[in-house]
Structure formats: structure tokens, C-alpha cells
């Protein structure tokens, strides 16, 4: 099978090669997966980068494909899996989870005892084939595009966990969404709407009349006061809730712009993951901060289940083949899009 194999750190020209790898053969409860789309995450760019530290799980050695978001369709199943035949459509949910710790048996299977990510912990989809665990799939639904469906996996799912189940926004809140030219954010904006809830963004150049189009009410410039844009835009109030997967030097001022029992929900911190804080300014404005990774498993089915329905727009910036994915990479560096970069991967149908 083709491959984008990362092979060393650095430049992605330098360090992710095509190769012709043997096509893996799934185990007991796995299946193996022809993958016909996927996309690129930040994560892909810390890979390259080796990055490590508090909150950076451990990944396996080099050579590693990666990839978390994928969808195809079945074709080869392990010893015992008897809920998927070959030819079934799916997408894949990217979380690694045992099924049995207290957290999973809960449903809350991103904070599981084992937990890793596709694409992280096992070899991941940018390649011609995956293996992933039964469980970790869904078929899809009529309706469903490409373009949702390479969505869905990663940053989507993120923003889902992040809004709905963990901020948990309601119609007429104010909703901040740091970094929201990214695939979290774009998400962010399509999520609050669908809420009822009022959205600034924070973008600047051709972003911000991007923003626009996709739904913010407002635009503020990261590149000036975000405590005093968000005063001037809500009359002094403040924000109800702020999501923010950027961190770094603006953390405070995000916070400062939460009004009285608003909701700071994390999901990143691209900028930094050490910012200084003020306690006083948390608690005595009974304001909460919320951590919020990728979503659980029943939060998955959730999310294509409204992807499906036709009431939320995936933004996908560009589609670049797996043979390209270089330029994929370079684009996701420069930080110069809106949305999300998806992969094609392989010629693949989906039920219409």
C-alpha cells in the first residue's frame, strides 16, 4: 500500500516519504480500513517537530504514518468482529480506549486509563489502509459529504466536546472563539450558530471576511487588545463563554473577557501551554475553566449524526491528494488558510 511515512523530524519534504509499505492485516476485534479521505491536524506538525512536555503523550519510534481523521470502507475484518462485513461505508472515531476502565464505562472514553489517538499511538491514515478497532466505527449516513467526513474526526469532534457537552452554550449566549481561522475554531463558529448564540471571532485580514461568511457576528483583531475589543462589542459585559486552543501570552486578557459565571473551554494551546494567570480574577468573577480534548465515543455518533443531517457545513479550506500531502503540510505551517485541510486518499463512494 502507498504511505506518507514520517521517517525523521524537521522539514516535511525532508522527513514524510511516499513509500510502498505491506498492506497490515487486522487483528482480534480489528478491521482493516481502505481509506478514501482524511485530513491534516496541528498534531501533524508537532509530530514533525518532536514536540514533548507536560500533557504530550508518548508516541511509538520512528517510521510512523500519521493521520486521525479517516473514513472508507471495510475491507478485511480480524478474528471475532462480526458487526461489519466487507464493503460497509464508514468513519472512523479517533480515540484508542479499552472499553472496561471506570472513565470508558462511564462513556467517557477520551479520558480512559489507555487512552491514545489514531494516527498518535498506532500507525494512522494517511496511507492506503488503516486498522483501527470495531468499536471505532460508524457507518455513514446517507447525505453525509466528503468534506464532513473528513471533518469529523479530529477538530470537529473537538469543538463538539468543547461547546455542547462541556461549556455546554445555550441560544442567546456570547461566545468568543480564539483561533478561529483553524479547524477547531471554523467548527466553533458553525457549532455556536446552530446553538443560537452570538459569535466574535478573532481573525484579521481576509480571515475575518471569512469568519463572516461562515457565521461570526462580529471580528476582532488578535493582533490588539482582545480584552478591550470584547468590552467595546458587548457594552463592558464580557463574553459567556470563550474557547480557546491557542493558550500562550493572550490566555489572561481571554479570561479577563469572560463576564461574571462565564466559561473559559480548552482545547489547545498552539501558542504556549504556560501562560500567567491571575486566580483572584477566576474566582471572584465565578468563572470557570474547562478542559475540554477530543470528544467521546457516543459524542461521535452525535456529531455525524448532525453532520449528516444537513445542519452543519464542514469548512474545508482545500483537498490535496496523499501523493501531495507535502503541500498540505506546508499550507498547515504557514498557518495562510480557513477551515480544515483535507486528504484524498483513495477513489471512494459514499451513500447519497
Known amino acids: 500500500m502507498r504511505a506518507a511515512v514520517q521517517e525523521g523530524y524537521g522539514d516535511p519534504e525532508q522527513s514524510v516519504h511516499m513509500r510502498d509499505m505491506a498492506t497490515p492485516t487486522p487483528g482480534p476485534a480489528d478491521v482493516r480500513v481502505r481509506v478514501g479521505g482524511a485530513s491534516l491536524n496541528r498534531k501533524d506538525l508537532f509530530a514533525l517537530a518532536n514536540l514533548t512536555g507536560p500533557g504530550i503523550r508518548g508516541r511509538p519510534p520512528l517510521p510512523h504514518v500519521n493521520g486521525t481523521d479517516a473514513w472508507g470502507v471495510v475491507d478485511a475484518t480480524g478474528p471475532g468482529v462480526f458487526d461489519w462485513r466487507m464493503g460497509d461505508r464508514v468513519v472512523v472515531y479517533p480515540g484508542l480506549f479499552c472499553g472496561r476502565c471506570e472513565w470508558c464505562l462511564r462513556g467517557e472514553t477520551s479520558a480512559c486509563d489507555s487512552y491514545g489517538v489514531l494516527g498518535e499511538q ?32 479530529g477538530s470537529w469532534l473537538t469543538a463538539w466536546r468543547a461547546l455542547i457537552s462541556v461549556a455546554r452554550v445555550r441560544p442567546g449566549e456570547t461566545l468568543l472563539v480564539m483561533g478561529a481561522s483553524g479547524g477547531v475554531g471554523s467548527a466553533a463558529i458553525r457549532l455556536a450558530r446552530l446553538a443560537g448564540c452570538r459569535v466574535i471571532a478573532v481573525a484579521a485580514g481576509w480571515k475575518a471576511s471569512r469568519a463572516i461568511e461562515i457565521g461570526a457576528d462580529e471580528v476582532i483583531d488578535p493582533g490588539e487588545s482582545i480584552l478591550a475589543q470584547v468590552s467595546r462589542v458587548t457594552s463592558g459585559r464580557g463574553v459567556d463563554v470563550a474557547l480557546d486552543c491557542v493558550g500562550g501570552v493572550g490566555w489572561r486578557d481571554v479570561i479577563a473577557a469572560l463576564a461574571p459565571f462565564g466559561r473559559m473551554a480548552i482545547c489547545g494551546a498552539t501558542a504556549g501551554d504556560m501562560p500567567e494567570i491571575s486566580i483572584r480574577e477566576i474566582y471572584q ?35 490535496v491528494p496523499l501523493e501531495r500531502i507535502h503541500d498540505g503540510l506546508k499550507l498547515l505551517a504557514t498557518r495562510d488558510f480557513f477551515g480544515k485541510i483535507a486528504i484524498r486518499v483513495g477513489d471512494i463512494s459514499v451513500p447519497a
Open 122 to 153: 498506532c500507525w494512522g491514515s494517511h496511507a492506503d489502509h488503516v486498522i483501527v478497532p470495531a468499536r471505532n466505527l460508524e457507518s455513514i449516513p446517507a447525505g453525509m459529504s466528503t468534506d464532513a467526513l473528513s471533518c469529523a474526526g
Open 285 to 319: 468573577q465565578h468563572r470557570q475553566i474547562l478542559g475540554a480534548p477530543l470528544g467521546s465515543r457516543g459524542e461521535f455518533r452525535d456529531l455525524v449524526a448532525c453532520l449528516a443531517s444537513g445542519r452543519l457545513e464542514p469548512v474545508v479550506h482545500t483537498t
